[in-house]
Nanobody
């Protein structure tokens, strides 16, 4: 079993900041990638930011320069620091982890329960 626990969402005014956290626990052999997706009402889920083994990062164009993803290898945790938030950042944010549960297992994607981020004045 693998569990992902997210925290850090909330309501913030435009220009404000939030920090999302996600910790993975359970039967984990190796993590390949950790990231954050978001889904706004009526829209498809989209990749916001990801950090891949070796610390390579990818960002959605609209968040570049405002959001920063980081990872704590010891804690199997990933963070998303969100600055200069805009109303269009409003969405449910989901943590995603791609991992192997054993040396013989393939990589599988796991998802957090989602945390609401609302940006409004």
């Amino acid at each position: 079993q693998v569990q992902l626990v997210e925290s850090g969402g909330g309501l913030v005014q435009p220009g404000g900041s939030l920090r999302l956290s996600c910790a993975a626990s359970g039967s984990i052999f190796r993590i390949n990638a950790m990231g954050w997706y978001r889904q706004a009402p009526g829209k498809q889920r989209e990749l916001v930011a990801a950090i891949i083994a070796g610390n390579s990062t990818n960002y959605l164009d609209s968040v570049k320069g405002r959001f920063t993803i980081s990872r704590d290898y010891a804690k199997n945790a990933v963070y998303l620091q969100m600055n200069s938030l805009k109303p269009e950042d409003t969405a449910v944010y989901y943590c995603n982890v791609r991992l192997r549960r054993s040396i013989v297992a393939g990589y599988t994607d796991y998802w957090g329960q989602g945390t609401q981020v609302a940006v409004s004045s």
